[in-house]
């Protein structure tokens, strides 16, 4: 017999079935809402290069078994006519079918076209209200289209001082819409009249220029004008033109040269007609106040060679210089479609004081990766220093010995993480650097001359990939509430559109850290836009051979150091977790051969199936495990995901190639390593354990064993961690898939070295590169590479995962783990359907579990074993797990 229990069981039974009764008649009127449209995961964008761009939609029915059942797209050129029904562009049949993302598969899409669309969706038992419209815009689509120029100005790589550009131009006929489109070598800010076009920072993403350069699109009717208009574009080197002497000899990159760029702006009359102004040798140059940019250390400005007016049409420029044609940086143009990196969030400074006579510090009371903006009023030559770092010395000035050791100036011209802003003396300015971002709690500003400052004349911007969160957990433990918080800002501190190890020191795309980190961010970001531009920048590194360099994207440094399967398996695991998180298998059909490509390298390299190449367990507490275990591993990981990829791309030759190789890696892994008798791998510390445990190498029949090994090995290790990032990124699941949830949790949950909280107890708000808070090396105060705890709280306590049977949470596998101290715990995640939400609270002796499954999918509950469940809403027990649906649902377990 079921029971249906309201959220509060201590209502009686009448009521209950009051609630339901009334619930029901509500539920019968109701009519599923279709929301959320996006095109390639993008509300309305106006970008697209793709040929047949992704279309989705997310079904709103709080009803219990709610469900699409079919669907009809209508994408027109016409919005009105749209409206009415009629589609001029694709209009497809009444599909029966649950998906709600579809490919474009209509008329051949054109350029520099508008497509509005909608969709219609039934559900489980009549037609729903179709969408609202939303629309897509195309770009140029195919690089023929480029009338504009390549153009810069005459200086060389080493000139320091950023080059402004303008041009302007008149408009005769009444402007209907206008699109900006610029790519550029470098950085840029763009502005019309005066007005800076758009709030994106840092633009373009960072690629192999050489190979593959993006352009941006913005809507710009608004900002021109019948008659005379400017158009203004300031070009910054970011890491098109590295100047700075850093780590990986980015000033020695192949590619490095004065930034250049290329303009259209395509104005489309109400006439019909177009126009299109271009960069052109017409154009005109002159320095701007920028005298220094880099986007590894920080950027000089000098407020005295400001130029008012110099982007708007009414400007005298005949001081300034002719622009020369250049050469495009590649001959791959493409369309930027992701989320840009923009100033997210305004971080007022907590507190300011008086080191001395010319010296202040701020705290912002966080460690953050982005900028600070200073305004302050002094004598016009005034020199202000603005020095950033993540800790104090013992002195009270700020210290940056932690994250400036790899950094060899060859003069202090060019100090680290330290802005330099000369002041104009024309009353109260303020400066925020364009073209650099830094990692940084505090900064010290220091001045020639005396100048006044408070509070508030200084800020802190956290700039990132601005994606959405798609995520939360809280909990009873306050602790590890704040751990998942300041894994998520080191987790977007690491975010610039590739995902990096830290935003000081390196800004590298270190592979490795980002494999580690992908889960934690699927949870907790809608960051698929990002993952996808960087498998495309991991395509553009590969050489013939598959080899892939251990940073991407790379000048070249990389394909000789760090580059064991360990670190560059991203590769094959970021494009399976894409699959799974939002069922959509392009990027892993995109990246097939590459991996195919990468692991036949490596098997010709190592016929036995196992690999030495690799790094290890990183920053290991103590123990340290053979690398050929971990490299193996993670070989063995990339050859089953490619095996998987196989059968679901219907390539059984492959399928049948790669399942015989994984299980000859897994069984030479176990041959070595594993104890059978024992149920100990090599040495049986806790990474030798758990990797195994978690990849899925040890055989079913003992993997209880092995688990219970580990349980005991951890407990020896007085319940605490000892593991480097291969070994972190593994142990929790590894205990908590395996019986062991609490034992999991006692590491989660520790307060003492080595452990999570530690560095929180000590004040964290962001995650370290090593446990040992006084390391003398490998200190970075923002690492992300021990971050996977934030995507375990969704796993190992939650319980919310994805099912690789049917993936994008059409299926939702919940396994809560009831944790024996925490009192109560909720996780939420967005996914494609909409909100799943997982948690529970501890009622007495019994536990509330309540679930929420977004409508059009399903989800299967998994208890703990030896928990029984007293009462749950009406479902029927299936054979493996309580199959439910969408609607609220409570369950009591004891
Ligand atoms: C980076 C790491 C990276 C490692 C590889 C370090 O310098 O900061 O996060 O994975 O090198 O060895």
């Known amino acids: ?71 009809q797209l209508s994408v027109s050129t016409d919005s009105v006519e749209l409206s009415k029904g009629i589609a001029n562009t694709w209009q497809t049949v009444k599909v029966v079918s649950g998906n709600s993302r579809v490919n474009y598969n209509g008329k051949a899409l054109q350029p520099y076209t508008k497509y509005y669309w909608r969709v ?50 008149d408009l005769t006929k009444k402007i209907k819409s206008a699109r900006a489109y610029i790519a550029v070598a470098g950085l840029y800010e763009l502005y019309i009249n005066g007005e800076k076009i758009g709030n994106h920072r840092l633009d373009p993403m960072y690629t192999r220029f050489d190979r593959r350069t993006l352009y941006v699109t913005y809507d710009v009717t608004a900002q021109l004008q019948s008659g005379k208009n400017a158009v203004g574009v300031l070009l910054g080197n970011g890491w098109y033109n590295h100047q700075s002497t850093a780590v990986w000899y ?79 940086p590649s001959l791959n143009i493409v369309a930027q479609t992701m989320q840009p990196i923009r100033a997210v969030e305004k971080i007022p400074a907590q507190s300011i004081k008086k080191l001395d006579d010319k010296t202040y510090l701020y705290d912002l009371g966080r ?139 390196e800004k590298n795309g270190w592979t490795g850290d980002a494999h580690i980190a992908s889960e934690t961010g699927l949870y907790n970001f809608d960051g698929i836009t990002i993952y996808e531009k960087w498998m495309a920048d991991h395509r553009d ?38 699959y799974m998180f939002y069922g959509d298998s392009k990027t892993l059909g995109d990246n097939y051969e590459a991996i195919k490509r990468y692991v036949n390298h490596i098997n010709d390299l190592y016929p036995t199936g196992l690999t030495t190449w690799g790094l290890g367990d990183w920053v290991p507490v103590k123990a340290v495990s053979p690398v050929e275990f971990t490299s193996s591993a993670y070989y063995f990981t990339d050859v089953s995901i490619l095996a998987k990829a196989a059968k679901l791309f219907g390539r059984a030759d492959d399928q049948k190639t790669y399942e015989a190789l994984a299980l000859k890696i897994k069984n030479a892994i176990n041959a070595k390593y594993l104890n059978t008798a024992t149920g100990i791998y090599d040495k049986g510390y806790q990474t030798e354990l758990s990797v195994p445990l978690y990849w899925g190498i040890v055989p079913d029949s003992l993997k209880h064993k092995v688990a219970t090994r580990l349980a005991e090995r951890v407990k020896q290790d007085n319940n605490h961690l000892d593991a480097g990032i291969l070994g972190a990124k593994a142990i929790l699941s590894a205990l908590s898939d395996n019986g062991y949830a609490d034992v999991a949790y006692s590491i989660a949950s520790q307060e003492t070295f080595p452990s999570w909280g530690w560095w ?38 939650g319980g919310i995962k994805p099912d690789p049977k049917s993936p994008g949470f059409k299926n939702v596998l919940l396994t809560p783990n009831f944790i024996e101290k925490l009192d109560h715990f909720e996780s939420e995640h967005t996914g494609p359907y909409g909100k799943i939400i997982s948690s529970w609270k501890r009622k007495g002796s019994t536990v509330e579990y309540s679930v929420t499954v977004p409508a059009n999918s399903t989800a299967t509950v998994f208890f703990p074993a030896g928990k029984k469940v007293m009462a749950h809403s009406g479902q029927v027990n299936a054979e493996n797990g309580l199959k439910i649906t969408s609607g609220d649902y409570v369950y009591l377990i004891k």
């Not at 790899?406 to 003069?411: E, G, L, Q, V």
């Not at 080899?547 to 398996?569: F, K």
Request: glycine share 6%; with cysteine.
């Open 120 to 169: 219609a969706v039934w559900d489980k038992d009549r037609k729903s209200d179709i969408s609202a419209i939303a629309s897509f815009e195309t770009g140029l689509m195919d690089k023929s289209n480029w009338k504009g120029t390549w153009i810069s100005d005459n200086n060389d790589a080493n000139a320091k001082p950023a080059p402004y550009f303008r041009n302007s131009f």
């Open 760 to 797: 929180i107890v000590n004040g964290a708000t962001t995650l370290y590169e090593n446990w040992d808070i006084t390391a003398k090396s490998d200190l970075s105060l923002n690492h992300i590479m021990f971050g996977e705890i934030g995507a375990w709280y969704f796993k190992g306590i």
């Open 1 to 71: 017999m079921t029971t249906i229990l309201p959220k509060n069981p201590s209502f009686s039974k009448i009521l209950l079935f009051i609630i339901l009764t009334l619930s029901s008649a509500y539920a019968a009127n109701a009519a599923a809402k279709i929301t959320g449209l996006k095109c390639e995961y993008l509300i309305n964008p106006i970008s697209m290069d793709s040929p047949h761009p992704r279309l989705m939609w997310v079904m709103d029915d709080a009803r219990q078994g709610a469900k699409q059942t079919a669907y």
């Open 541 to 578: 590194e590969q050489q013939p051979n598959g080899v892939l360099p251990s940073i991407i994207p790379s000048n070249g440094w990389g394909y000789e150091w760090g580059n064991g399967p360990d670190w560059t398996s991203t590769i094959a695991i970021i494009p399976w977790n894409l």
């Open 250 to 328: 980015f000033d020695k990159s192949p590619w490095r040269n004065r930034p250049a760029f290329c303009l259209d702006l395509r104005v489309t009359y109400e006439d019909g007609t177009t126009e299109t102004i271009s960069s052109n040798k017409k154009w005109k140059t002159a320095l701007s106040p920028v005298i220094f940019n880099s986007i590894y250390t920080a950027e000089h400005y000098d407020a005295r060679l400001e130029q008012p007016g110099w982007n708007k049409p009414n400007f005298i420029d005949t001081a300034w210089k002719s622009v020369i044609n250049r050469q495009a």
């Open 367 to 505: 460690n953050i990766s982005g900028v600070s903006s200073i305004t302050v009023k002094g004598e016009a030559g005034t020199i202000i220093r603005l020095k950033h770092a993540e800790k104090l010395g013992k002195n009270g000035y700020v210290d940056q010995s932690n994250i400036d050791l790899h950094y060899r100036p060859t003069d202090d011209k060019d100090p680290f993480q330290t802005d330099i802003f000369i002041l104009s003396g024309k009353g109260e300015e303020t400066f925020m650097p364009r073209f650099n971002y830094k990692g940084f709690q505090y900064v010290e500003v220091s001045s020639d001359k005396p100048i006044n400052l408070t509070k508030e004349s200084l800020t802190g911007y956290f700039m990132h990939s601005d994606v959405e969160p798609a995520g939360t957990i809280s909990s009873s433990n306050n602790t590890l509430n704040k751990i998942w918080q300041a894994t998520n800002n080191s987790y977007l501190s690491n975010f610039f559109g590739y995902p990096t190890d830290c935003p000081q020191r």
